[in-house]
């Protein structure tokens, strides 16, 4: 890890996330997270089931840093699944607030969840334009 340029502190937030958890709710299954070496990316590794279909997927989590420039400001992901579908999301927890925007930061579509005292779980709800959404409880496991 780079002293001069170590990860944000927004990025180290997210260190709660680090295990597997069992999701339930509108997805089924597990996703896990786990820091690249040097910590200033998080990948999340997904096994869910949704609408009857399997998602399994990758997300690549962490402020963007272009060669020669200051990272970026928010923490910023992209999902890639094995349909080749790719999304983009952004990324806040504060206190025990987790919000995910769909695409950019104010986004209408977006998760906005709360851990419970001990951080073994957290729950809350999907929110798509137009309805849609759905609620979804991750446990530590």
Same mark, same amino acid.
Request: hydrophobic residues 35%.
């Given at each position: ?50 609408? =009857? @279909? ?7 989590? &962490?402020?963007?840093?272009?060669? #020669?420039?200051? %990272?970026?400001? *928010? ?27 769909? =695409? @950019? ?7 906005? &969840?709360?851990?419970?005292?001990? #951080?073994?779980? %957290?729950?809350? *709800? ?16």
């Amino acid at each position: 890890m780079s002293e001069t340029n170590p990860p944000s502190v927004e990025l180290r937030a997210l260190e709660r996330l680090v295990g597997t958890w069992a999701v339930t709710g509108g997805a089924e299954g597990t996703v896990r997270y786990e820091w690249m070496p040097g910590r200033y990316f998080l990948i999340q590794h997904v096994e869910l089931t949704q609408s =009857g @279909e399997p998602v399994t997927g990758m997300e690549l989590i &962490g402020n963007l840093r272009p060669f #020669g420039e200051p %990272a970026g400001k *928010d923490v910023v992901s992209r999902y890639y699944d094995s349909n080749g579908n790719t999304f983009d999301y952004v990324y806040e927890l504060v206190g025990d607030k987790l919000t995910i925007w769909a =695409g @950019e930061r104010g986004s209408p579509a977006y998760f906005e &969840g709360v851990f419970n005292a001990d #951080g073994t779980s %957290a729950t809350g *709800d999907w929110v798509y334009p137009g309805g849609g959404g759905y609620t979804s409880t991750m446990t530590r496991i």
